[in-house]
């Protein structure tokens, strides 16, 4: 268990720190431990598998950072891409991707889960075919196994 030290309480990966106005802020939390250690771009590893390390490390610091640590969070992201070994021309690339990551998930702000994927709708008899019909329009599916299959697992 989790003892909150000097304001701050990690859980999970994030950082909860509780402000002087006495509100709560939160950003990505860390091992004492870390090293910084990715995905070297010296290595013989496809581009693309290269840029998803990268996407995601973005991508968790934008979600689990507030406005106020989120800068903070991109000078060590950008400091440990160049510990990796990316130059400062892919630093500067990557770190146009975070501003288009930023427009596109700018944090704190409500995203429509509805887009992100498709409801799935379980079988109700009766009433399933009738939501269907209502559902379509969003691409619904059927999931692959029912509550019944999954309690019979065990």
């Not at 995601?56 to 991109?74: A, G, I, M, P, Q």
């Not at 130059?87 to 288009?100: A, P, V």
């Not at 509805?114 to 379509?136: E, F, H, Q």
Request: with cysteine; aromatic share 8%.
């Amino acid at each position: 268990m989790e003892v909150e030290k000097e304001g701050t309480l990690p859980f999970l990966d994030v950082l909860v720190t509780q402000k002087e106005n006495g509100t709560l802020g939160h950003c990505v939390s860390r091992k004492p431990t870390r090293t910084h250690r990715y995905l070297n771009a010296a290595s013989y590893h496809y581009p693309a598998q290269k840029m998803g390390v990268v996407n995601s490390l973005v991508t968790r610091c934008l979600l689990l950072s507030d406005e106020n640590s989120w800068k903070e969070e991109k000078k060590t992201l950008i400091a440990a891409l160049t510990f990796n070994g990316y130059e400062q021309k892919d630093t500067s690339t990557y770190e146009e991707g975070i501003h288009r990551q930023e427009d596109a998930v700018a944090p704190h702000t409500p995203r429509d889960r509805a887009l992100d994927s498709p409801p799935v709708r379980t079988y109700v008899k009766g009433t399933t075919g009738m939501i269907k019909r209502l559902l379509n329009y969003y691409k619904t599916s059927k999931p692959l196994s029912t509550p019944r299959i999954l309690l019979g697992a065990f």
